[in-house]
């Protein structure tokens, strides 16, 4: 009996040590990484019960750079309001799960943002017969908004500072404003743009949807640790810098093995076939190169789970690289 | 002589189909009012429910033959006009509407599981079971042999809870949560009813302090607040401390419908059993309680299904159970849209356990008020 209720325990407690975070994971045999609850495009399950989305290749970069096997990686769920506890107790080693980067988060709850995956921002949605190209021309308009949200202060600046006038209907939830939208309760519905592209793609005839080009606040999502443990945040920041550089560097899932003998010094350094930058991170010199062996660079990842291929529809904007009009820029890997 | 009169037939209108219609449905022209605008409705709801459901509906392959893959395939985002559901979201997905993210090749072990739950509890529900005592033993080790199962453990591969989801979770959840409140709150009614000023101060405040709050609340307070109680370095896992908070919030309201059925138990019954010798627990056990649970037994099953809907507000701490599994179904960039289908398809789920949990009790109460043994074994 007494040995049963140890195994009891022992199955029922998890004891982590308190190693470094890397070690931990290493040890363990897996990462845990910390995910939504399913958010279109970005983490959630697909038929096959496999995670698929931009934060979820975000967790299976660092479970490859640590071990090199994409399947080495369990997904956590969490909400809004668990993630931080979740995170905070060692639950999960990393969050990839849409969360905007703010000074708050950052700095009082004690966590490390460690770079943006997703340059997310409010925007509007309309229904294409309403005949308008840009939310400056919406005066009037009835606007579908979420109360008590930072998406209502926004939007009570933007129309003040363009001198126009709006009537709000204010709503409590992502569905009651798609429900008031199509039902034509309401000309305008708005929140973050990813948010609204799927609303579109849910809607029956997407084609009669109109998402405005003005994104008029700053939402950068990005994965994040645990403050304090700066190696294991190294990690997860040059897996995502590792997906970026590759597009730059014109590095693909396709053609990264012929990029092995490439004359192009950062190619090499990337790879692993030049330097030691795999041993400064604790982790094998091929790193990178599994990462885009296993899951891609950052353009793949993008085009496969929200680009305008998919039914989401999200153009790259402001999540093109700094050479092509984006602001997606990583530190240069020497 | 008297002739002997034959016995006439009664009216036409006061028997048969015809006297049932009469009696029930028209029997004044309120009451026909009434009976004729329901049947408007479900003449209209009905053909259209049927034909949504059923006739116009994609299961596998849409009106073209095609096998459905995504949400672009089925019927009614090609044609809206008559298109019906497009059940194949439920089709594809139907593994992890049922076991989650459990792998695949360990998935004899949850469903092991269920069959080993039939067998536990349908002897302990019907008295007149074959075998029943020999059955009971079984059903006292079925916990823990299902512990072992589904989490690993003995042999067996390990499977974390994470990975659980679905109806998986939903049945761990109310089962655990109906099985170990119940006696919990026995304890507690007892407790509160007790002479004994400390236990019935303590087990007032417990009861008082849980009701108090929404069970969503106690999910936060162990999801969230109990991991920083816990020592460093030492994690519970997260299905475990939903399970303590839905047991003690069940528990809790399980003691006041007890505490019902024990107040509406006659003082005589009290004095009767102690003045033929028996002790508190004996009185309790053979005379009290039997009487109090068959006359509460209408709000035990009524709490008892509340808890069983209650467990998919677990999607709020993180866990997947058969709702969240929906959701995440319609999260998917494949089948964005398909929500009737989705939240019609869990209801559906939904209704058969609650239907048959009601089923149950009816079955329940009217054995027991025709029985002579009142359940005390």
């Known amino acids: 009996m007494k040995k049963l209720l140890s195994i009891l325990a022992v199955s029922v407690f998890a004891f982590a040590a308190n190693a470094g975070t890397l070690d931990d994971v290493k040890n363990r045999g897996f990462l845990k990484c910390g995910v939504t609850t399913g958010l279109a495009g970005f983490a959630a399950p697909d038929d096959s019960g496999e995670w698929a989305g931009l934060d979820a290749d975000m967790c299976r970069a660092v479970a490859v750079a640590v071990f090199g096997d994409r399947s080495k990686v369990e997904f956590i769920t969490t909400t809004g309001k668990s993630r931080f506890p979740t995170l905070a107790s060692g639950e999960v080693d990393m969050l990839a799960r849409n969360t905007t980067w703010t000074i708050s988060r950052d700095v009082n709850l004690g966590f490390e943002f460690v770079g943006v995956n997703f340059y997310d921002g409010q925007g509007f949605m309309i229904p294409s017969s309403l005949g308008v190209s840009s939310a400056t021309e919406l005066d009037g308009a009835t606007v579908c908004i979420q109360t008590g949200t930072t998406t209502e202060l926004n939007l009570a600046d933007f129309f003040r500072l363009n001198g126009i006038s709006y009537e709000a209907l204010p709503i409590e939830t992502n569905d009651e404003g798609k429900e008031n939208l199509f039902a ?35 939402e950068p999502l990005g994965p994040l640790v645990r403050h304090g443990d700066h190696q294991w945040g ?34 090499l350094r990337l790879l692993g076939v030049e330097g030691s930058y795999g041993e400064m991170l604790e982790l094998a010199p091929d790193w990178a190169y599994q990462i885009l062996k296993q899951i891609g660079n950052y353009s793949e990842s993008y085009e496969a789970n929200v680009g305008p291929d998919t039914p989401l529809e999200i153009a790259r904007g402001l999540n093109a690289l700094w050479t092509q009009g984006g602001i997606l820029y990583a530190p240069p890997f020497r | 002589m008297n002739e002997i009169t034959e016995s006439r037939k009664p009216p036409v209108a006061t028997t048969g189909i015809l006297g049932w219609l009469r009696m029930n449905l028209f029997s004044n022209w309120i009451n026909s009012l009434v009976s004729l605008f329901v049947l408007y409705i479900l003449i209209q709801f009905i053909p259209w429910i049927l034909n949504w459901t059923i006739f116009a509906a994609d299961f596998k392959y849409n009106f ?22 497009c059940w194949a979201i439920i089709y594809v ?97 007892l407790g509160r009813r007790s002479n004994l000023p400390v236990i019935s101060m303590m087990c007032t405040l417990f009861i008082e ?16 607040m109990l991991p920083l109680f816990l020592p460093e370095g030492v994690n519970m896992d997260g299905l475990a401390r939903v399970l303590v908070a839905v047991t003690l919030f069940q528990s809790a309201y399980m003691a006041e419908v007890i505490r019902g059925g024990l ?21 309790n056990m053979k005379i009290v309680l039997p009487q109090a649970i068959r006359i509460s037994i209408p ?79």
Request: glycine content about 8%.
């Open chain 1, 184 to 218: 034509g309760r309401c000309d305008v519905y708005t929140t973050d743009a990813s948010g609204l592209s799927s609303t579109r793609a849910a809607a029956a005839d997407p084609s009669k949807w109109l998402v405005l080009p003005e994104i008029i606040s700053k």
């Open chain 1, 234 to 267: 190294d990690v997860v920041r040059w897996s995502l810098n590792a997906m970026i550089i590759a597009e730059e560097l014109g590095i693909t899932s396709e053609n990264v093995d012929a990029s092995l003998s490439s004359n192009v010094p950062e190619v």
């Open chain 2, 64 to 85: 073209n033959g095609v096998e459905i893959t995504d949400r672009t395939m089925c019927s009614r985002v090609l044609d809206p006009e008559n298109g019906g559901a």
């Open chain 2, 93 to 189: 997905r139907f593994y992890q509407f049922m076991y989650g993210f459990y792998p695949r090749d360990e998935v004899w072990r949850v469903n092991l599981s269920y069959i080993m739950l039939a067998v536990a509890v349908v002897p302990l529900l019907f008295d007149k079971f074959p075998f029943r005592k020999h059955f009971l033993k079984f059903t006292y080790v079925f916990p823990v042999i299902a512990f072992f199962l589904l989490n690993g453990g003995l042999g067996l591969e390990p499977v974390s809870t994470n990975k659980w989801g679905g109806l998986l979770v939903t049945l761990v959840l109310g089962c655990t949560g109906i099985a170990l409140a119940f006696p919990l709150g026995i304890v507690l009614a």
């Open chain 2, 209 to 224: 302090f849980i009701r108090g709050v929404p069970l969503i609340t106690l999910l936060f307070f162990g999801m969230v």
């Open chain 2, 263 to 283: 107040q509406a138990i006659p003082q005589g019954q009290y004095e009767a059993a102690r003045s033929i010798g028996l002790s508190y627990w004996q009185m």
């Open chain 2, 299 to 377: 709000s035990i099953v009524n709490t008892s299904i509340g808890l069983f809907k209650d467990t998919t507000l677990v999607i709020i701490v993180g866990l997947l159970d058969l709702l969240g599994i929906g959701r995440g179904a319609l999260a998917d960039t494949t089948w964005l849209g398909l929500a009737y289908e989705v939240y019609f398809f869990v209801s559906l789920v939904f209704f058969i356990f609650t239907f048959a949990m009601s089923r149950y009790s009816l079955y329940l109460e009217k054995k027991l008020k025709t029985g002579i043994n009142m359940g005390a074994d």
